[in-house]
């Protein structure tokens, strides 16, 4: 019962503000609904039991990603477009098509028997952490997944600089570099 | 009344639309990104409430998998908001309308 309580509080605010993301016409203001909404569903993941999972979903999402967005918003003045339409004539179309998909699936969801399983395993720290680097021959191998997505944010973040900077290394972009 | 797996999933489909929503319709580039993030969010939930169902070595793994889901989103954040800053430069506007033309 408690617990109920607890989910329906949560994802009341995660929802409303996930709509405050959808009306807001400010990008900051929509970002800082996002967190909101980030946080807020960090709870529902402690809360069904993966601590673990929502304390990454804090210190990722809401704290790490959302970061960038802002930092990005602010330098970029991202408002200031913010006086055309938010929405145009393809809106109307495109909002009814993803409710009516939305519908369909929901009403297919309703349908299927799930129930919650009473010996699931809480997602704690060390089991999580446990079967990650479960380094055995026989497990499932989850580190070298883990080794790969390494490389990954790595090639990421160089692909970001090599983007983001005007000319490497040249005479120019560093002229212009104290004007952005 | 206790907490149904189901409850769960209803609220992962109502994010994840809210998302493709903002993602679909919105005009500034960066309400697009936002609502790309929405729906991994929600995603990310669905897993997890799935994982919750499973009976007990099976439901580690829907643990898991969200955790590089996440860091892939983080990959996937960094590499777009670097593009917006470059499309930006060329473009002057945060419009993603303005965008349409691919030259560069």
């Known amino acids: 019962m408690l617990a109920l309580i607890y989910f329906i509080v949560l994802a009341i605010i995660a929802v409303g503000s996930a709509v405050c993301v959808l009306l807001s016409r400010h990008p900051l203001y929509g970002a800082l609904s996002l967190v ?36 990005v918003i602010m330098v ?22 993803v409710l009516v998909l939305a519908g369909l699936v929901g009403f297919a969801l309703v349908r299927s028997p799930i129930a919650f399983d009473a010996a699931t395993i809480r997602g704690s720290v060390a089991i999580t952490s446990k079967t990650l680097f479960d380094v055995a021959q026989t497990g499932p191998g989850y580190f070298v997944l883990f080794e790969v997505l390494g490389v990954l944010l790595l090639s990421a973040m160089g692909a970001a600089v090599l983007l983001a900077k005007k000319r490497l290394g040249s005479v120019d972009s560093e002229k212009t570099e104290g004007k952005h | 009344m206790e907490l149904q797996a189901m409850y769960v999933q209803i609220l992962a489909l109502v994010i994840f639309a809210i998302g493709l929503i903002v993602a679909v319709s919105r005009r500034n580039v960066f309400f697009v990104l936002m609502g790309v993030e929405l729906a991994l969010n929600a995603v990310n939930l669905s897993f997890v409430g799935f994982a919750k169902t499973l009976p007990a070595e099976a439901s ?45």
Request: glycine share 8%; proline share 4%.
């Open chain 1, 76 to 97: 970029l003045n991202g408002a200031r477009d913010s006086h055309t339409p938010m929405f145009d004539k393809v809106s109307l179309f495109v909002i009814p098509a």
């Open chain 2, 60 to 104: 580690i793994v829907g643990q898991v998998v969200p955790l590089f889901s996440i860091a892939v989103a983080a990959a996937e954040a960094c590499v777009g908001l670097a593009m917006v800053i470059l499309i930006f430069r060329n473009r002057e506007s945060v419009d993603a309308d303005t965008y349409s033309n691919m030259k560069g």
């Open chain 1, 36 to 71: 909101v909404s980030m946080v807020s569903l960090a709870g529902i993941y402690g809360l069904l039991g993966s601590p673990f999972l929502g304390v990454v979903q804090i210190m990722v999402y809401a704290g790490a990603i959302m970061m960038l967005l802002t930092f």
